[in-house]
């Protein structure tokens, strides 16, 4: 199964592959220095109808994580594109007939990681960095959190659709961190 996971922001990291697998993650800057939120989601828009509109690569199913409430970002502005970019995910996937899933942040995160909730939102990008380059996800030197946020889903709706992730699996379990 052909899945896309987000990790929504004005810089969103994606992973799009078969589930099964462990595609390297990637980011789409969408915020842009003096652009409006309408832009930011407009332009995730256009880069969904790009990747949909080509049946090789369109997903059977989207994974992005469930929005924040407004008190839980880092500012207004956050706030803002966040709700934004979710509506523009949730009608360009509609236009395709594609299902989008939301869990919440700690549950894929617990899944990924061992551990749902950390006592910092830095503690928990960290983690979720050495998670993905424990899974296979990202290079040892790669330490960009965007894309590990992403894997993190990936990983989450492998085994929710229980994928062949026997590997991944069994290692969960001996997670370090």
């Known amino acids: 199964?052909?899945?896309?996971?987000?990790?929504?922001?004005?810089?969103?990291?994606?992973?799009?592959?078969?589930?099964?697998?462990?595609?390297?993650?990637?980011?789409?800057?969408?915020?842009?220095?003096?652009?409006?939120?309408?832009?930011?989601?407009?332009?995730?828009?256009?880069?969904?109808?790009?990747?949909?509109?080509?049946?090789?690569?369109?997903?059977e199913i989207i994974v992005a994580e469930r929005g924040m409430p407004a008190g839980g970002q880092k500012g207004g502005y956050a706030s803002e594109v966040q709700q934004k970019l979710h509506g523009a995910l949730a009608a360009v996937a509609a236009c395709y007939n594609i299902e989008v899933v939301k869990p919440a942040a700690s549950t894929a995160r617990k899944a990924f990681t061992g551990r749902g909730t950390y006592s910092s939102r830095e503690e928990a990008k960290a983690a979720s960095v050495r998670a993905a380059i424990f899974h296979g996800f990202m290079d040892k030197w790669d330490r960009d959190n965007d894309k590990a946020d992403a894997a993190g889903l990936f990983f989450w709706l492998a085994l929710e659709k229980g994928s062949r992730l026997k590997v991944l699996t069994e290692a969960r379990d001996m997670i370090p961190f």
């Open 1 to 59: 199964m052909r899945a896309l996971a987000l990790d929504l922001a004005g810089r969103t990291g994606f992973v799009l592959g078969d589930l099964g697998e462990r595609p390297k993650p990637g980011v789409l800057s969408v915020a842009v220095e003096k652009g409006t939120s309408d832009l930011a989601a407009a332009r995730l828009g256009c880069w969904l109808r790009d990747i949909f509109s080509d049946p090789a690569k369109r997903p």
